[in-house]
């Protein structure tokens, strides 16, 4: 028989059958999509000595059941409920580290903020507001949108990875806005062999030195060049190559020191500086370079140069290879770039290329007749648009 609460209607029949006592806590069962995937009879603990606040969870239960039957909503239950955007994080962490990513320190940097925003909150409660909320807060830090962009990316792949689980610690994976469209964020600006050559000078250390002009000459990425060992290189045939677990892509490469002087001392000076124990090919008195982000922003500065970065050297390595005739192909596999869309958005042309075509389009314009015939008339009085032109 079913039994009444004040202020709700009467208890069914259904879900008076699906309680019971476990010791002196209330336990309920009933039908539902399991974390499998598949349909069957779940039971549940309701946490509670009180038969009423079962019954209702129960009800709560079955209503969500129904409601992820008929595609109205994703069925929570109660280990998705308690599971927190923490937990999802740290998942993330754990994902990145068993894979190797060479990206894990960046990720951790950019997790912070999205540790401190969303971190206590249950993952079932991220919402659209929500995230609109965390956007309008890093903006009002002054962060970039790009930034906020990367952030929100990771908070997406955390949900993703956990509705990859064999659990499906969550229902499914809340819409992120991307607040940079396209290449809006592609990164501008090139450096001129004068300037780069000035900056060189100013650099304390020939360590420094050398990877800066192996940056500019390949357009390998900064932690590629730290990575280099001497394994990868080949007396013989003058070749230095990147291996696969070493490259950001995951694809090794190799370059060829005869094809440029400059590459060939530099590794000479490093062949000089050879420690025994170290692999590596640049390295500061037998150990890893490290974070030199300040000595070479004062290296600019002592220069007097428009500031700069490291990675700036190789969106010029691949612009000077594209004027030098070099094909995209072989650019590609100089630079490491893995698809055109990338490669194109360090491609980016300057205003002197601007200038350039302009003036090619100028000269061309004044090699013309400047005389030209006057066409036959066609039908119903109309001149041709197409006129023959004369020479002078």
Request: charged content about 35%.
């Amino acid at each position: 028989m079913a039994r009444e609460t004040e202020g709700r209607e009467p208890m069914t029949k259904e879900a008076a059958k699906g309680v019971y006592l476990r010791g002196s806590t209330w336990w309920i069962k009933y039908r539902g999509p399991r974390p499998d995937g598949s349909w069957g009879r779940i039971r549940e603990s309701a946490e509670t000595s009180d038969r009423r606040v079962a019954e209702k969870l129960r009800e709560d239960r079955v209503r969500e059941s129904r409601n992820d039957r008929d595609g109205i909503k994703k069925f929570m239950g109660a280990r998705r409920r308690s599971v927190t955007v923490d937990q999802l994080l740290d998942n993330l962490e754990s994902d990145y580290e068993t894979r190797r990513l060479k990206s894990i320190r960046q990720m951790k940097v950019h997790l912070e903020h999205v540790r401190q925003h969303f971190g206590y909150m249950r993952a079932s409660g991220i919402s659209r507001r929500a995230i609109e909320a965390y956007v309008a807060k890093r903006r009002g830090e002054e962060a970039a949108d790009a930034t906020i962009d990367r952030e929100l990316e990771l908070l997406r792949r955390a949900y993703s990875l956990a509705a990859d689980d064999e659990h499906r610690l969550v229902a499914g994976v809340p819409k992120v806005p991307r607040l940079v469209q396209g290449n809006a964020n592609a990164r501008e600006g090139f450096v001129e062999r004068a300037v780069f050559d000035a900056l060189v000078e100013e650099l304390p250390a020939q360590v420094l030195r050398d990877v800066a002009l192996w940056a500019w000459g390949t357009g390998m990425r900064k932690g590629e060049i730290l990575s280099l060992t001497w394994d990868g290189y080949d007396r013989e045939t003058k070749m230095i190559r990147l291996h696969a677990s070493k490259a950001k892509t995951g694809r090794s490469r190799a370059i060829a020191l005869e094809g440029s002087p400059e590459l060939a001392a530099v590794i000479e000076r490093r062949l000089a500086e050879r420690r025994p124990g170290c692999p590596l090919i640049f390295h500061r008195a037998g150990k890893p370079v490290g974070d030199f982000y300040t000595t070479w922003a004062r290296a600019i500065d002592r220069a007097k140069l428009k500031a700069f970065t490291i990675h700036d050297l190789r969106r010029t390595a691949v612009r000077n290879m594209v004027r030098a005739g070099v094909d995209r192909a072989t650019a590609k596999l100089i630079s490491g770039h893995r698809t055109d869309s990338m490669f194109d958005r360090y491609n980016i042309q300057d205003e002197r290329d601007l200038a350039q075509a302009l003036e090619k389009r100028a000269a061309y314009e004044a090699s013309l007749p400047k005389r030209a015939a006057v066409g036959d008339k066609m039908p119903h009085g109309r001149r041709n648009r197409v006129v023959a032109l004369r020479p002078k």
